[in-house]
């Protein structure tokens, strides 16, 4: 059972990238998902969190209209296309994914971290 988090990455400030996250070992399009990020020296947060079926999406403040959680039941997959990135959403970024079917903060499953880095 794996997630497998990709495409961090140094960007310019005003720049955009698109993370992915692939599942393997088993299915987890029944699962809702979720991206938390970790910038050195502070705690993990909740960067945004998406519903089995995706039509429930959640995000957090500091992220709201810039940032875009979807996903691909058919790939397995989850993204979060990143847009006007700012010097402050540099960390490093994990995927998650729980068995809970709605949009939730707390999660079962986690992967290993992609690292975004946004030069000012």
């Known amino acids: 059972v794996q997630l497998q988090a990709s495409g961090g990455g140094l960007v310019q400030a005003g720049g955009s990238l698109r993370l992915s996250c692939a599942a393997s070992?088993?299915?987890?399009?029944?699962?809702?998902k979720g991206w938390f990020r970790q910038a050195p020296g502070k705690e993990r947060e909740f960067v945004a969190a998406?519903?089995?079926?995706?039509?429930?999406?959640d995000y957090a403040d500091s992220v709201k209209g810039r940032f875009t959680i979807s996903r691909d039941n058919t790939k397995n997959t989850m993204y979060l296309q990143m847009n006007s990135l700012k010097p402050e959403d540099t960390a490093i970024y994990y995927c998650?994914?729980?068995?809970?079917?709605?949009?939730?903060?707390?999660?079962?499953?986690w992967g290993q971290g992609t690292q975004v880095t946004v030069s000012s």
């Open positions: 998406i519903s089995w079926s995706g039509q429930s999406t």
């Open positions: 070992g088993r299915t987890f399009s029944t699962h809702a």
């Open positions: 998650a994914a729980d068995p809970s079917f709605g949009v939730t903060y707390e999660y079962d499953y």
